[in-house]
């Protein structure tokens, strides 16, 4: 019967104890933290909007892709110039700049799919759905209290990007097919990781501006869609 009664305060010290880990290793959400992930997530949606508009616009009026230079051009440098504004009103300017540039980019690789794949508009579909599904899954994990400290696996998904990034230009300049579609499925995981490591980096503090934020997350959300409408389209190819 003792034993019975001291079973609560038992549990009372593990959690009490729990707790002082997390305080120590940092996994707990600040409230600076909170606020900054809920600015992200409205910016975040603004900008998933007027990219989507974007990329309709182009799909619809069949305006051609810019070419692989031109991209990676307009996209660093709206991404510099947003960066260095990131902290004025012009910063919100940018960020818009930057989404609908790469909604532009878009629209042309879904006109792609939708005139000349198989079931393109499905693949389009199934790769936004899942895309979206993603995106909530692993933010609402990342929030949770025993979640997977990705913080520890920042410099390695850092070097995995560069390194996917650096394959994907080879596979483009070689016109190699199957390290095109390698790339896509890495770039999958690395997205996927990097979810997961922004949405703790928010809410622990560790990234105070929700501009920058809102770009980290659309890149992603952006590169998990496409390479996951790659696969799709593979596989779905007949």
Do not use: K
């Not at 940092?26 to 949606?45: F, M, P």
């Not at 989404?99 to 790769?127: C, D, Q, R």
């Not at 979206?132 to 025993?146: E, K, Q, T």
Request: net charge neutral.
């Amino acid at each position: 019967m003792a034993q019975h009664d001291h079973q609560p305060l038992q549990r009372a010290q593990a959690l009490e104890n729990d707790a002082i880990l997390d305080a120590q290793s940092g996994n707990q959400a600040t409230a600076e933290g909170l606020r900054t992930l809920r600015n992200t997530y409205r910016l975040l949606s603004m900008t998933l909007v007027f990219s989507a508009i974007t990329a309709v616009a182009s799909a619809s009026l069949g305006l051609g892709h810019p070419g692989l230079l031109i991209t990676l051009a307009g996209y660093f440098g709206l991404l510099f110039l947003t960066n260095a504004l990131r902290n004025s009103g012009w910063g919100i300017v940018s960020v818009f700049a930057l989404t609908g540039f790469m909604g532009y980019t878009l629209g042309p690789i879904l006109s792609f799919y939708l005139t000349s794949v198989t079931n393109g508009e499905a693949l389009i579909a199934t790769a936004l759905g899942t895309t979206g599904i993603a995106f909530f899954g692993l933010s609402m994990y990342a929030r949770s209290s025993r979640a997977l400290d990705m913080m520890r696996f920042g410099n390695f998904i850092m070097i995995g990007v560069l390194t996917a990034f650096g394959l994907g230009l080879a596979a483009y300049f070689f016109n190699m097919p199957a390290l095109s579609l390698a790339v896509s499925g890495l770039f999958v995981l690395l997205m996927c990781g990097l979810i997961m490591w922004e949405t703790q980096n928010i809410i622990r503090g560790g990234e105070t501006n929700y501009i920058m934020a809102t770009v980290t997350l659309f890149v992603a959300i952006y590169n998990l869609f496409t390479s996951l409408l790659h696969l799709l389209g593979f596989m779905g190819d007949d």
